[in-house]
């Protein structure tokens, strides 16, 4: 891992910023305590990210889960209470990995993976439009469509015009023309600017204007438009932060509700970034999926020991992990050590960091992630590629994370059904002379139920007076359905006069007397034919 260093360096600093206002802004919109957040991001970098065997995947606490959270604290009287379900939540997820469960993460077509993805990247962007203008509200970590406050993304955008903070805007608009400039121009022009991230420089600049800026009337940037790290007066205080669990509540079936609604959540957005930030990943590395549920069943039981919120693997901080160039699993590592290390030391300077700069950083992440290049490929590849992915955005940006990947995994299950559908048969015609047509039908390589419909309308339309030869070599899978189909038709071809010829790997047969017989199969089940 050390041998990576020079890049992983620069990238967990770049992970840090992102990392830090999504930490407090989804304690913010979870309704718990500011600092659990911080406690979610440190377990997430530092013990997630030793366990786990995700290069560049970074764990934290998941706006996803937000809504979750605010319900259950209320549900389960208190949070204390609720950090029960997040421990419990942690050894279900442990039993997951167990069980081998890790691979549910496979079955998820690469279209809906891509489709979240952009969905995520214009959610950003949308989210982060009136942060970037000064205008700041719960809702910018709020990763739904419709918002805790009874909003929604759009109506956030229209209340931003009649909200713009000037100061903030500035700031803003020059941290993005400055990141920018740094990608495209100055990390070309020389080694220096790659080993600085933009990221830093703009915070920097960020604290710089703050300072300068602080006692003017129209420029000052100060309240709901900074970062707000609790700040303790001692050691004390620092300590009086943590939460822990009320076991007293761990009989209440409501906690082992939640707890199995966590792990379930949680393990599923896990997965799904997994399998995103591998197909992110330059180097093309593999995520061992069931090693990354006991990863993160670990770090749940640990943060929820501590009083902090649930942990996932998250794609918003993988992403920007991997496209600040990071190689392996340090960057995570050391986010997370700066995440703790800066709370304790400097949170009175990163309160300095105006929240616009941050949502700069942000916005080019989201840009990266939803690039109108990505548009343009999906629709090339076809409606099969397309269609899902284009279900699984719209998803997203209108519902929320795993609505939307549910619509795009159901479209893209539509698709597969249509596909099988119409690639169950090959019919060819071979000869129409002495008044009997001559046909032959071919069966797929495998045929299920699902061709149920084509195999039995194409049979049906054959005319009367036909002789048909029905090729099963190429066919290594005939499901039992598919076999009552034929037995059927063949008695409905003597009435139509048709004759049947049967070519299989196990001879040739003319007009036989039952196929279920002929392939030796007992009722209800399917046959192999390799």
């Given at each position: 891992?050390?041998?990576?260093?020079?890049?992983?360096?620069?990238?967990?600093?770049?992970?840090?910023?992102?990392?830090?206002?999504?930490?407090?802004?989804?304690?913010?919109?979870?309704?718990?305590?500011?600092?659990?957040?911080?406690?979610?991001?440190?377990?997430?970098?530092?013990?997630?990210?030793?366990?786990?065997?995700?290069?560049?995947?970074?764990?934290?606490?998941?706006?996803?889960?937000?809504?979750?959270?605010?319900?259950?604290?209320?549900?389960?009287?208190?949070?204390?209470?609720?950090?029960?379900?997040?421990?419990?939540?942690?050894?279900?997820?442990?039993?997951?990995?167990?069980?081998?469960?890790?691979?549910?993460?496979?079955?998820?077509?690469?279209?809906?993976?891509?489709?979240?993805?952009?969905?995520?990247?214009?959610?950003?962007?949308?989210?982060?439009?009136?942060?970037?203008?000064?205008?700041?509200?719960?809702?910018?970590?709020?990763?739904?469509?419709?918002?805790?406050?009874?909003?929604?993304?759009?109506?956030?955008?229209?209340?931003?015009?009649?909200?713009?903070?000037?100061?903030?805007?500035?700031?803003?608009?020059?941290?993005?023309?400055?990141?920018?400039?740094?990608?495209?121009?100055?990390?070309?022009?020389?080694?220096?600017?790659?080993?600085?991230?933009?990221?830093?420089?703009?915070?920097?600049?960020?604290?710089?204007?703050?300072?300068?800026?602080?006692?003017?009337?129209?420029?000052?940037?100060?309240?709901?438009?900074?970062?707000?790290?609790?700040?303790?007066?001692?050691?004390?205080?620092?300590?009086?932060?943590?939460?822990?669990?009320?076991?007293?509540?761990?009989?209440?079936?409501?906690?082992?509700?939640?707890?199995?609604?966590?792990?379930?959540?949680?393990?599923?957005?896990?997965?799904?970034?997994?399998?995103?930030?591998?197909?992110?990943?330059?180097?093309?590395?593999?995520?061992?999926?069931?090693?990354?549920?006991?990863?993160?069943?670990?770090?749940?039981?640990?943060?929820?020991?501590?009083?902090?919120?649930?942990?996932?693997?998250?794609?918003?901080?993988?992403?920007?992990?991997?496209?600040?160039?990071?190689?392996?699993?340090?960057?995570?590592?050391?986010?997370?050590?700066?995440?703790?290390?800066?709370?304790?030391?400097?949170?009175?300077?990163?309160?300095?960091?105006?929240?616009?700069?941050?949502?700069?950083?942000?916005?080019?992440?989201?840009?990266?992630?939803?690039?109108?290049?990505?548009?343009?490929?999906?629709?090339?590849?076809?409606?099969?590629?397309?269609?899902?992915?284009?279900?699984?955005?719209?998803?997203?940006?209108?519902?929320?994370?795993?609505?939307?990947?549910?619509?795009?995994?159901?479209?893209?299950?539509?698709?597969?059904?249509?596909?099988?559908?119409?690639?169950?048969?090959?019919?060819?015609?071979?000869?129409?002379?002495?008044?009997?047509?001559?046909?032959?039908?071919?069966?797929?390589?495998?045929?299920?139920?699902?061709?149920?419909?084509?195999?039995?309308?194409?049979?049906?339309?054959?005319?009367?007076?036909t002789y048909l030869e029905f090729d099963v070599t190429k066919t290594r899978y005939l499901d039992y359905d598919i076999i009552e189909i034929l037995e059927d038709f063949a008695f409905k071809a003597k009435e139509r006069n048709i004759d049947i010829k049967l070519v299989s790997k196990r001879g040739v047969v003319e007009n036989p007397p039952s196929f279920i017989e002929f392939f030796q199969l007992r009722p209800k089940s399917n046959i192999s034919l390799s």
């Amino acid at each position: 891992m050390f041998k990576t260093l020079k890049n992983d360096l620069p990238a967990s600093v770049v992970v840090f910023f992102v990392a830090l206002p999504l930490c407090l802004g989804i304690a913010l919109a979870s309704g718990a305590p500011l600092f659990s957040g911080v406690i979610a991001g440190v377990i997430g970098g530092i013990v997630v990210g030793s366990l786990s065997g995700s290069k560049l995947g970074v764990s934290g606490p998941a706006a996803g889960l937000a809504a979750i959270v605010l319900t259950a604290i209320g549900t389960l009287g208190g949070y204390e209470n609720f950090l029960v379900a997040v421990v419990l939540g942690g050894i279900i997820q442990l039993l997951f990995g167990v069980l081998k469960a890790g691979i549910i993460g496979y079955y998820f077509p690469s279209s809906v993976i891509k489709g979240m993805l952009t969905g995520i990247g214009i959610i950003i962007i949308l989210k982060q439009i009136p942060n970037f203008f000064g205008y700041d509200e719960e809702s910018a970590w709020d990763l739904e469509f419709f918002e805790i406050d009874g909003g929604n993304t759009f109506s956030e955008l229209i209340s931003m015009f009649s909200n713009i903070h000037p100061g903030a805007a500035l700031v803003g608009i020059i941290s993005l023309l400055l990141l920018i400039l740094w990608d495209k121009v100055l990390t070309k022009k020389s080694k220096v600017f790659e080993i600085i991230q933009g990221p830093f420089v703009v915070v920097v600049l960020g604290i710089i204007f703050f300072t300068l800026t602080q006692n003017h009337d129209i420029l000052s940037i100060g309240g709901k438009h900074m970062v707000s790290v609790p700040i303790p007066d001692d050691l004390d205080s620092f300590i009086g932060q943590f939460s822990f669990p009320n076991f007293a509540v761990i009989t209440n079936y409501e906690v082992w509700i939640v707890a199995f609604t966590i792990a379930l959540v949680a393990s599923l957005e896990t997965l799904l970034s997994v399998e995103a930030s591998d197909k992110l990943d330059p180097d093309k590395n593999v995520t061992p999926t069931n090693r990354e549920l006991l990863a993160q069943g670990t770090g749940n039981i640990l943060s929820g020991l501590i009083g902090g919120l649930p942990v996932t693997q998250v794609i918003v901080r993988s992403s920007a992990n991997i496209q600040s160039g990071g190689k392996s699993k340090m960057s995570t590592i050391i986010h997370g050590f700066l995440l703790l290390i800066s709370v304790i030391l400097i949170p009175t300077l990163l309160n300095k960091i105006p929240l616009s700069v941050l949502a700069a950083i942000l916005l080019i992440v989201g840009y990266k992630l939803a690039k109108p290049s990505l548009f343009k490929k999906m629709y090339n590849l076809g409606w099969k590629q397309s269609v899902p992915f284009f279900a699984t955005v719209v998803g997203i940006v209108f519902t929320d994370l795993l609505v939307g990947i549910g619509l795009g995994l159901a479209v893209g299950i539509v698709v597969i059904l249509l596909k099988s559908y119409q690639n169950s048969h090959f019919l060819h015609i071979e000869d129409n002379s002495n008044g009997k047509h001559k046909i032959k039908m071919a069966l797929a390589e495998e045929v299920t139920f699902f061709n149920k419909g084509a195999i039995l309308k194409e049979l049906d339309s054959l005319p009367r007076d036909t002789y048909l030869e029905f090729d099963v070599t190429k066919t290594r899978y005939l499901d039992y359905d598919i076999i009552e189909i034929l037995e059927d038709f063949a008695f409905k071809a003597k009435e139509r006069n048709i004759d049947i010829k049967l070519v299989s790997k196990r001879g040739v047969v003319e007009n036989p007397p039952s196929f279920i017989e002929f392939f030796q199969l007992r009722p209800k089940s399917n046959i192999s034919l390799s």
